[in-house]
């Protein structure tokens, strides 16, 4: 945990964990409770590869989200790390949101999820989201119930994080739940992860978009080199490398011509923008390390690693 800063009287902080199986929206409502976007999105499941805080302050309340990779059946080293990775979160907060997907019902995972919700003594509640795309009212009210039966959640909230539908009322019931505390972060501290990890990401981001079928799955980035303009210091230099598999992926991510890498550049090249102020110079590559998902010592070089 951080350690405390100030302690204002009647002030509420906490640590909140958002947990649930891959491609419900976590990410894309963990933004919309920011009210930014600083986590990235993408419609393929498991986008979401490491446990990340993310902060919210008010003059109320300060809450420290932990954003988890999304639960889904391990098929490598890498997805094992990941749900292992959700899972450990239960234990150390003071809140626990499950989302879950209103369009579908429940699925094999969920029983694994509300074992872990079972063993710890943290106040948890469910979240539907995409409650926009449901049709069936009926039937979500079964799913509803069922998932009510095996565990005692402290409410159930229907929103749509994609259209910010009752985002903000679920984001003051959150404070509710959290005890009177310290800012355990400074006020302008949006999340505790550097620079770097939010740069690689944003380039992540645009080959999930740009790219199909297994390509996305087998992809890291590394920055490899990050640095002021030594002419002019208002410029960063941005060495980055997108990591693949095989080299047939590696003729996907460069494509024709280098068209493919290009594309992937001038996208992240505007989100980096955005998310740093300030001229971007970025220079990218793409490499392959061969089975990078079950090799324990490039799983570690590349950020990927057990949580303490």
Not at 5 to 30: D, Y
Not at 95 to 108: E, G, H, Q, R, S
Not at 178 to 196: F, R, S
């Amino acid at each position: 945990m951080a350690s405390a800063m100030t302690t204002s009287k009647g002030f509420q902080s906490g640590f909140v964990s958002i947990i649930g199986n891959a491609n419900v929206g976590k990410s894309t409502l963990l933004n919309a409770l920011l009210g930014e976007k600083l986590v990235i999105t993408s419609a393929k499941p498991q986008t979401t590869r490491n446990t990340i805080r993310a902060v919210y302050t008010d003059r109320a309340a300060q809450i420290i989200f932990i954003d988890t990779p999304g639960l889904h059946n391990p098929k490598h080293r890498l997805g094992d790390l990941m749900t292992k990775s959700a899972l450990k979160t239960l234990g150390s907060v003071d809140l626990i949101i499950y989302v879950v997907d209103a369009t579908k019902d429940k699925d094999p995972l969920d029983a694994r999820v509300l074992k872990s919700l079972h063993a710890m003594q943290t106040p948890s509640i469910l979240v539907l989201n995409k409650i926009d795309k449901v049709k069936d009212m009926a039937r979500l009210e079964t799913f509803v119930d069922n998932l009510k039966a095996t565990h005692p959640f402290e409410g159930v909230f229907a929103v749509s994080a994609l259209e910010g539908t009752h985002t903000t009322l679920l984001k003051d019931d959150i404070k509710s739940f959290l005890p009177e505390g310290p800012k355990y972060y400074p006020e302008d501290m949006k999340t505790d992860q550097p620079e770097k990890f939010l740069i690689e990401e944003r380039i992540r981001e645009k080959v999930l978009e740009l790219t199909q079928e297994e390509v996305p799955h087998s992809v890291a980035v590394i920055v490899e080199n990050l640095e002021r303009d030594a002419s002019n210091p208002d410029l960063l230099n941005i060495y980055a490398s997108v990591i693949v598999e095989r080299d047939s992926q590696k003729g996907i991510i460069i494509g024709k011509g280098g068209r493919m890498l290009k594309m992937i550049g001038t996208r992240a090249r505007k989100d980096i923008l955005d998310l740093l102020g300030s001229k971007i110079y970025l220079d990218l590559h793409c490499k392959v390390i061969k089975d990078w998902r079950n090799n324990e010592h490039r799983l570690r070089q590349l950020g990927y690693k057990e949580s303490e």
